[in-house]
């Protein structure tokens, strides 16, 4: 996540191998789905405005359990209470 900070110079904009980075109306911005989680971006900012972007998944959803467990794997009943 690129926050307020940003002064949008550009920096980043090139240390992206994935060009996930774009420039927005206020701040640049990171498309989360095309970002890699290299970092590159991070170590450039000027301002530290580049903040931890990729937070791990709280709760796999039933198909990521599935690919998880193999193929063909049934997901696992929830807990009850
Ligand atoms: S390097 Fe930092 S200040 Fe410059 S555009 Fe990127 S996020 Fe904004």
Do not use: W
Request: charged share 20%; with cysteine; hydrophobic share 30%.
């Amino acid at each position: 996540m690129i926050n307020e900070k940003c002064t949008r110079c550009g920096v980043c904009l090139t240390e992206c191998p994935t060009q996930s980075i774009t420039d927005g109306r206020k701040t640049y911005v990171i498309d989360v789905d095309t970002c890699d989680d290299h970092q590159a971006c991070v170590a450039v900012c000027p301002v530290q405005a580049i903040v931890k972007f990729k937070v791990a998944i709280a709760t796999p959803t039933p198909q990521a359990q599935m690919t998880a467990n193999g193929p063909g794997a049934k997901p696992k009943p929830s807990p009850k209470k």
